[in-house]
């Protein structure tokens, strides 16, 4: 399917009134009511995570700008989740004009040209948003902003976020507090949402960041519960790589929901059953499904030991699917 710039238009008109309906309402749950094309079921939408295949892009074997057609063409999934990375990092400044608003043209023409809905840009490495130094957190909000305007240029609803840096577990509290409210206020004119995913140390404390989502307290900022980052000794929260302290998975996962606009379905290795060994697919599933959550749950393929990714990526989505 392709769509026209007529129906793409139609698209982001229609999503932008359902979004203003939704935030009077009070909604957590900022979900698109269009009849954008791809798997859904118990009002559940799959995405696939470009970081399924960050080893063929860091190798050179696939590009960035063909991530959609990719995603549609060899997956059948056209909702997709883009990594900031990918697109070239911090040189990139896209409220300019010139080649980096050229290559988001791009980008988005190509997945206008697959069919593809960009749904969320994941953002890593702009700077330490829990830092107790005020000045390299305040250089981090800054520069997470431009991803911000680049979800708007794309159509996304979201970015992600992290909540790293260094401090007590209530000076980062205070932190991320401060650049949570920044990023949601310089978010919210552009109806995009600030979503913070559980990514290792004390943000894989679902407590710690519950609080966080309770103090901030604004209708665009929430989470991303990924269902494999519980390790709260690893610095990014992989559970793959013998974790020495694992915060309750399930408890977590469950804790999160009532503040998702988006849940990460992370895989790793698979079993001959198609199961996750260190992940109960059905238990996390059946979780998501009876929390109520809308939304669109990104297909995330992690393993180290296959080294097929596109082969990982079929895999997750068959599980997925089992238990949808």
């Known amino acids: 399917m392709t769509l026209t710039n007529d129906k793409l238009q139609l698209m982001i008109n229609r999503r932008s009134f359902l979004r203003k309906s939704v935030f009077a309402a009070g909604s957590l749950i900022a979900f698109p009511a269009i009849e954008i094309p791809g798997y859904a079921a118990n009002g559940i939408k799959i995405s696939l995570a470009e970081w399924s295949l960050n080893r063929a892009l860091y190798s050179g074997k696939i590009d960035h700008l063909d991530f959609p057609r990719i995603a549609a063409k060899e ?38 040209d697959a069919g593809v809905f960009n749904h ?27 991803w911000i305007d680049a979800a708007r240029l794309l159509g996304c609803l979201s970015i992600r976020v992290n909540l790293h840096g260094e401090g007590s577990p209530e000076e980062r509290k205070k932190a ?17 949402n600030v979503l913070v995913e559980n990514h290792g140390s004390v943000t894989s404390n679902a407590e710690w960041l519950v609080d966080v989502m309770k103090q901030v307290n604004m209708r665009n900022v929430g989470t991303l519960p990924d269902f494999g980052n519980w390790c709260l000794t ?16 399930y408890k977590g996962v469950k804790m999160l929901l009532p503040y998702a606009k988006g849940v990460s379905a992370k895989t790793y ?5 198609g199961e996750q060994p260190l992940l109960d697919y059905k238990r996390l599933i059946g979780i998501v499904k009876e929390s109520g959550f809308r939304g669109y749950m990104g297909l995330e393929y992690e393993g ?18 089992r238990y949808l």
């Open 176 to 192: 991320s507090v401060d650049s949570l409210g920044r990023l949601g206020e310089y978010a919210s004119p552009m109806e995009i």
């Open 234 to 249: 690893h610095p990014w929260g992989t559970i793959q790589e013998g974790c020495q302290e694992t915060y309750d998975i």
């Open 304 to 321: 180290i030991k296959q080294n097929d990714e596109y082969e990982g990526i079929r895999k997750t989505e068959i599980l997925v699917k």
């Open 269 to 273: 290795d698979f079993d001959p059953a």
């Open 120 to 146: 969320l840009i994941m953002v890593d490495d702009e700077g330490p948003l829990s830092s107790a130094n005020a000045k390299e957190r305040l250089d981090g909000v800054e520069n997470h902003k431009k």
């Open 75 to 112: 997956f059948g999934i056209t909702n997709v989740e883009y990594v900031n990375g990918f697109f070239g990092g911090k040189k990139m400044t896209f409220k300019e004009a010139g080649k980096d608003r050229a290559y988001l043209n791009e980008l988005l023409t190509r997945s206008k």
